[in-house]
């Protein structure tokens, strides 16, 4: 069985939930106006993508960690004494908030009428190279090199070994892999690739500040408009 896919499937859930109805639907909702005003340099473009990139994406990030870390995997009996529950809540809000923050300034760069394809393809990637999918073991060098290009991919690769590793799963030690294993052996069958919480951590924050400093580039001052002529 794909364990990491019962992993993931809250998360990734709530990845959608998020990057559509709260970064497409407040980049929709601000876009016209910011472009606006950053065509006439009234934008304190820092000030801006802090409030909303990092304030608001973190802000969210923290909501979707609490729910994904304390009720997804709760309701799923993965909540344990020998867990760090801790540490994937952490880790499910640093990719939440990245994520979301991401997804805003994606929406906001693409034109308003592909703004929601855009989100969608970033949505399905994300998905398809998270590593809950497909072996490592048989996937082509370019494919990996996609999954490596994935926060999600870290962050279930760390999450999965904080939670099943001394999962007890009642298995005897005379018990056949394929019928019964413990949680970290189910992982290795898997082929679910380890992380360090750090690691994961640090490249969800790369990625959002490439897709911060796109934004920042994105809304510099034209100075496009044309400036009324005064009347003699």
């Known amino acids: 069985s794909r364990v990491p896919f019962y992993l993931a499937d809250g998360l990734v859930g709530m990845s959608f939930v998020v990057s559509f109805g709260v970064s497409l639907l407040y980049a929709n909702r601000e876009i016209l106006l910011v472009r606006h005003m950053g065509t006439l340099g009234l934008l304190n473009r820092q000030a801006f993508l802090c409030v909303n990139l990092v304030f608001r994406g973190l802000f969210h990030g923290v909501f979707q960690g609490c729910i994904w870390t304390y009720l997804c995997l709760g309701v799923m009996g993965l909540v344990n004494d020998n867990s760090e529950m801790d540490i994937v809540f952490v880790n499910s809000a640093v990719f939440g908030g990245s994520w979301a923050a991401a997804t805003y300034g ?21 998905v398809f190279f998270s590593g809950a999918f497909f072996y490592w073991s048989r996937l082509y ?92």
């Open 106 to 126: 994606a929406a906001l760069m693409a034109p308003i009428m592909y703004s929601s394809h855009v989100v969608l393809i970033m949505d399905v990637l994300m």
């Open 141 to 232: 060098v370019v494919f990996k090199a996609l999954h490596y290009l994935n926060p999600l991919f870290y962050i279930l690769g760390a999450n999965s070994y904080l939670v099943m590793t001394g999962w007890d799963t009642g298995c005897d030690d005379k018990a056949h892999p394929g019928q019964c294993s413990s949680g970290l052996r189910s992982l290795e069958m898997n082929d679910i690739q380890p992380f360090k919480s750090l690691v994961a951590q640090a490249f969800c924050i790369l990625f959002l500040a490439a897709f911060h400093l796109g934004t920042w580039r994105f809304l510099r001052p034209t100075g496009n408009l044309s400036r009324p002529v005064a009347e003699e």
